[in-house]
């Protein structure tokens, strides 16, 4: 299927929390013996949770599913406090690998209603990171989807009114919604940097530069991702002739011609986008257009932090042998990236 040429976007694909999050689960992979449970998927991406899958990771959707004294890891999105609660009280070595940027509005939905604000929160209904947000205070948040929401509040009378946001949405779509309760609330409390993530409007910046140039766009991720579907929505309203959403790239159409832009989401492998540009096969080869540059680095949780560092001692102290993961489990994993730890395992399933 060969086409003239393809544009990639920069950055694409894993963001620094996903890298957090995907390394977290693959260290935990390779100290406890299988099963090794998570609290829903590590992230949204088919193709890495059926890889942690084949190497004996058990995904749960309840924390009652796991049995007493098993190691647990809590997904990338974030959790509901009752749940980690419950989760601790299992008996069994517990690591949060909630992405930073989703404890920062954890945290700010805690300070707020402890004000005595009312959040009115914009995500999606049913995603997990949404659920786990809107849990740790849930008399006082409201899920707001649409402006239909908003006239659903009715007369809040002299509360004072917040707005926070789901991580992963898209700027226009957050954009419109903000503007609307602004307009609503003039004395709206907005933090003082966006809740958006960084590495989603960076993707999405990232696929704006090449939109025009193409005459079809390719989103590599899952459709349980909410950045990925973000993407999607940017690439339509860009104007794009035609957008099409893969996992892999024996998903790809066979009739693509001319100009293809391809991007991925947060939680897609770049082993994936190879893939993608390789079945491809354009004939005037691949630009790619870079629009900022990440550098971004979240640490493993602390939890797996102490993990690491207690057995490196402990191994350090059986071969009488120094080791620098025993002072510094930090610098090995900022050392590591998470596509080097998925292709220690097996490949990628059916890439």
Request: proline share 7%; charged share 25%.
């Amino acid at each position: 299927m060969p086409v003239d040429r393809v544009i990639l976007a920069e950055p694409r694909g894993f963001c620094a929390g996903v890298e957090k999050a995907i390394k977290a689960l693959a260290w935990m992979v390779r100290v406890f013996e299988p099963p090794v449970y998570c609290y829903h998927e590590i992230v949204h991406n088919q193709l890495v949770v059926d890889q942690f899958r084949a190497q004996g990771v058990v995904f749960v959707d309840d924390v009652s599913e796991v049995p007493p004294g098993s190691p647990l890891m809590l997904s990338a999105h974030g959790t509901a406090p009752e749940v980690v609660a419950d989760a601790r009280r299992g008996g069994g070595v517990v690591v949060d690998a909630v992405c930073p940027l989703v404890t920062k509005v954890h945290h700010e939905v805690e300070v707020r209603t402890r004000k005595g604000f009312t959040v009115l929160y914009i995500g999606h209904a049913g995603h997990e990171e949404a659920i786990g947000t809107m849990a740790v205070a849930p008399d006082a948040v409201r899920l707001i989807e649409t402006e239909e929401d908003l006239d659903a509040l009715g007369d809040l009378g002299e509360e004072p009114v917040a707005l926070l946001a789901q991580t992963t949405l898209s700027h226009d779509e957050w954009r419109g919604l903000m503007e609307e309760a602004k307009r609503r609330f003039p004395d709206l409390w907005l933090p003082s940097r966006s809740d958006l993530c960084f590495a989603t409007t960076n993707r999405q910046a990232a696929l704006k530069a090449i939109a025009g140039e193409a005459d079809a766009i390719i989103v590599i991720g899952s459709a349980n991702s909410s950045n990925t579907v973000a993407l999607e929505k940017v690439a339509m309203a860009s104007g794009c002739d035609r957008v099409v959403r893969i996992n892999r790239p024996d998903e790809l159409p066979d009739d693509l011609s001319g100009t293809v832009g391809v991007t991925a989401g947060a939680s897609a492998p770049e082993a994936v986008v190879e893939a993608v540009v390789a079945r491809l096969a354009p004939a005037g080869g691949v630009r790619i257009v870079p629009v900022t540059t990440e550098d971004e680095y979240f640490p493993p949780p602390p939890e797996l932090r102490q993990l690491l560092r207690a057995l490196a001692t402990a191994l350090a102290a059986v071969t009488a042998a120094p080791s620098r993961t025993a002072l510094d489990p930090v610098g090995e994993d900022r050392c590591t990236s998470a596509a080097d730890l998925l292709a220690m395992a097996d490949a990628l399933p059916s890439v």
